[in-house]
């Protein structure tokens, strides 16, 4: 994941990692932060047109779960760059369309 944040970012595009966590209260109470479920692990926008972009990391054989495929689509469907991707290739052809030279 970092990989492809430093990639991207030298690529000059704007790029976040989300996170989310879990603590407890001095009681001992759970606490949970961040985002919704699915949400994905990198987003930001492309320097070129500013457009929106969304990406799920995973490993070469790590599973997509049902919460991430549908967060996925839906950005898909409101316009975004949205895609589980496993490689900075993978991230960089996401963006732009086309193989990285």
């Known amino acids: ?3 492809i944040m430093v990639a991207l970012s030298a690529d000059g595009h704007f790029v976040a990692r989300a996170n989310v966590g879990l603590f407890f209260t001095a009681d001992g109470r759970p606490v949970k932060t ?7 692990d990198l987003f930001g926008h492309r320097s070129a047109d500013a457009q929106a972009f969304y990406f799920e990391v995973k490993t070469p054989t790590g599973r997509v779960r049902p919460e991430q495929a549908a967060f996925i ?14 490689s900075v290739a993978d991230a960089r052809l996401a963006i732009t369309g086309k193989p990285h030279e």
């Open 1 to 3: 994941m970092r990989a």
């Open 34 to 40: 961040g985002l919704p479920k699915g949400f994905s």
């Open 73 to 86: 689509a839906a950005m898909q469907k409101r316009g975004a760059l949205a895609a589980i991707v496993r």
